[in-house]
């Protein structure tokens, strides 16, 4: 259950306004792909052909806007705001209502053990976002807003890098969700 990332940045106009730092904005998205078949084996095929390999997989991606302010010889931020956005991608069972009880429990329960597993991942994401709206309202002053511009990015492109990373690292210590239960 791998998990991917993208970022934006855009950097506005000078705008003299008093610095404000608000909650990152958080919007989630799940699609789903079909699986089909009555039987462990063709569901267990179902889930190994995954869009990307995996069962289920989690993308987030933190997006951050920034203003300046400041005088002619200080730049400061004036304001920010960080989005989270978060994508799910899990299998949806469409012959669930022909099989048997048995096999529909343990799709349910490798079902619940697969959204752990992945919301494990949406975490992630959630500490990126939050990481880089501390370090947005903590930005300080430079010389240049161009200086200042790059300093932001740069620690902010580290937080993301961080959490990114804590993900290969989620994933290599549940070995993708197994440790979990999330194994069909
Ligand atoms: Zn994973």
């Known amino acids: 259950m791998r998990r991917g990332l993208a970022l934006l940045l855009c950097a506005l106009a000078l705008v003299p306004a008093a610095a404000a730092t608000r909650a990152?904005?958080?919007?989630?998205?799940?699609?789903?792909?079909?699986?089909?078949?009555?039987?462990?084996?063709?569901?267990?095929?179902?889930?190994?052909?995954?869009p990307q390999g995996y069962a289920a997989y989690t993308r987030w991606f933190v997006k951050w806007n920034y203003d300046y302010g400041g005088s002619s010889?200080?730049?400061?931020?004036?304001?920010?705001?960080?989005?989270?956005?978060?994508?799910?991608?899990?299998?949806?069972?469409?012959?669930?209502?022909?099989?048997?009880?048995?096999?529909?429990?343990?799709?349910?329960?490798?079902?619940?053990?697969?959204?752990?597993?992945?919301?494990?991942?949406?975490?992630?994401?959630?500490?990126?976002?939050?990481?880089?709206?501390?370090?947005?309202?903590?930005?300080g002053s430079a010389g240049s807003c161009t200086a200042l511009g790059a300093s932001v990015n740069r620690r902010a492109d580290a937080a993301i890098a961080r959490w990114a990373g804590a993900d290969k690292t989620y994933d290599a210590r549940t070995d993708h969700g197994t440790t979990q239960g999330a194994i069909l």
Not at 33 to 41: C, E, F, N, S, W
Not at 44 to 49: D, M
Not at 101 to 121: I, T
Request: overall charge positive.
């Open 24 to 50: 990152p904005a958080y919007r989630e998205t799940t699609t789903t792909y079909p699986v089909r078949g009555t039987t462990l084996a063709r569901l267990r095929a179902g889930i190994n052909g995954g």
């Open 73 to 139: 010889s200080r730049c400061v931020l004036s304001s920010s705001t960080v989005n989270l956005r978060v994508v799910f991608t899990y299998p949806s069972w469409k012959d669930r209502a022909k099989a048997s009880p048995a096999l529909r429990a343990r799709w349910d329960r490798f079902m619940r053990a697969l959204k752990l597993h992945e919301n494990g991942h949406k975490q992630n994401g959630v500490r990126a976002a939050r990481d880089v709206n501390a370090l947005l309202g903590r930005a």
